[in-house]
């Protein structure tokens, strides 16, 4: 028996030696000396979320001191499913987790004001808001105990209950951390010249801040709704001008890497596709009439799908009064003014050898009085004929000049004295051509 004593002694005492270590690293909560400060900027798209998270895993791996999200956002743009499991990230996280909005005039409405509720400790910046809870409805819980979706500031919030202190800098959050008992001792005091004492944080404890990659903060941009909407105007725009000036260049490149980021914010954001469809259909109207030349019924039906379909594009964001009329104001000077400008200069140069036309026949598809349509090498062209003498339906025209888009045609046999040259011409040469012509 003696012996089973002595051999029961050693295997506990073994296993004591194993397993202390472990539960010290646990129970005493060895952490090292770090705190990870999280910026967490504009809406909480994917991109977003999922770097949180994996933040929360990192601080979590490496016991640090504390996780804090530094937050400035109007909410959520991801699906509540998503935004609940960070959430939940967030309450059952193993380090403590603090949410301080700031800098001053910073802001944390719908799901990032519940990620603020959901935070270990929270703080707010003088001139800051927190607010609009319902926004965001959870759908195991409700929010913390606020009865009015508004959004409150600095010290009224603290009032309300929304935040539990306010810190005009992160520095001084990190302190309140610690005297709320969440941290550890981070504090050192230090004297100034006048004999004031200064607290700070300790030069052992090491702060980092984590951003987004470069890659990630441009979809994560492209997500909002002011630069989502521009980019889709943008796009447009320059696939609009690239098929007038033809070929493939830089417009057509820019149009369609704006269109690829318009088209992922757009995706990540509550959008309404009908007037999606409606900004679309805005630019086929002015496509139309850029084709004619002349301003008609289809660019004020484009004004109109355009004014319409970006009022009503975005369901649950909102776009400020500058960005729409920036966006719909430079879209009207461009298709109107810069874009025939444009064309008129593309084709209207005889470097890109289209003098070649000049003096070739076509054959009226419609009647010219003076405007109409005339085929030229199977391909329709608008076209204007002087009004002495007008073309019928299927008539043989030749051409003799050539504006923007727009061919100038006349009769093969009988046209008119052309005005241009009776300006360069003697006297009696046009009278002689006159008579040539009556004869």
Request: net charge negative; charged share 20%; with cysteine.
């Amino acid at each position: 028996m003696s012996r089973l004593s002595v051999v029961s002694l050693i295997i506990c005492s073994t296993a004591f030696v194993f397993c202390s270590p472990s539960a010290g690293a646990h129970d005493g909560h060895e952490h090292s000396r770090e705190i990870q400060i999280v910026e967490v900027v504009g809406l909480l798209d994917p991109i977003e979320i999922d770097y949180i998270n994996l933040q929360l895993d990192n601080a979590q791996r490496n016991w640090a001191l504390a996780i804090v999200l530094q937050i400035n956002s109007p909410g959520g743009a991801a699906d509540q499913q998503a935004i609940e499991d960070l959430i939940e990230n967030m309450e059952g996280s193993l380090v403590p987790v603090g949410a301080w909005i700031g800098q001053s005039g910073a802001t944390a409405r719908g799901a990032a004001a519940h990620l603020v509720d959901a935070a270990d400790y929270s703080g707010i910046a003088p001139g800051s808001k927190i607010g609009d809870f319902d926004d965001f409805e959870r759908s195991n819980k409700s929010a913390t105990n606020q009865v009015e979706n508004t959004l409150r500031r600095g010290e009224e919030a603290v009032t309300a209950g929304l935040v539990d202190v306010m810190a005009p800098t992160l520095g001084e959050f990190l302190l309140a951390m610690e005297d709320a008992a969440l941290i550890e001792k981070i504090s050192t005091e230090l004297e100034r010249a006048d004999g004031l004492i200064q607290r700070s944080v300790a030069d052992d404890v090491r702060v980092t801040f984590n951003k987004l990659s470069l890659l990630d903060q441009l979809f994560h941009t492209a997500a909002s709704p002011a630069v989502s909407y521009l980019l889709l105007l943008v796009g447009m725009s320059m696939l609009l001008l690239d098929f007038f000036t033809g070929g493939i260049g830089v417009a057509g490149g820019v149009g369609c890497g704006s269109l690829l980021l318009a088209c992922y914010g757009l995706g990540v954001l509550d959008v309404r596709l009908w007037a999606l469809l409606v900004l679309i259909v805005a630019m086929f109207g002015f496509a139309i009439d850029l084709q004619t030349g002349v301003p008609r019924f289809w660019t004020v039906f484009g004004v109109s799908c355009l004014i319409i379909g970006s009022f009503q594009l975005f369901a649950s964001h909102s776009l400020s009064w500058l960005t729409l009329l920036g966006g719909i104001g430079l879209t009207l000077a461009f298709v109107l003014s810069g874009m025939p400008a444009l064309v008129r200069t593309r084709y209207g140069t005889s470097t890109l050898g289209r003098e070649w036309m000049i003096g070739q026949m076509a054959t009226a598809s419609t009647d010219l009085a003076p405007e109409g349509i005339v085929v030229f090498e199977q391909a329709q062209w608008r076209a204007r004929v002087n009004r002495l003498t007008p073309l019928k339906e299927g008539d043989s025209a030749r051409i003799v000049g050539l504006e923007g888009l727009v061919l100038e045609v006349e009769p093969e046999e009988g046209g008119a004295i052309d005005y241009r040259e009776m300006r360069t011409q003697p006297a009696s040469e046009v009278d002689v051509s006159e008579q040539e012509t009556h004869e």
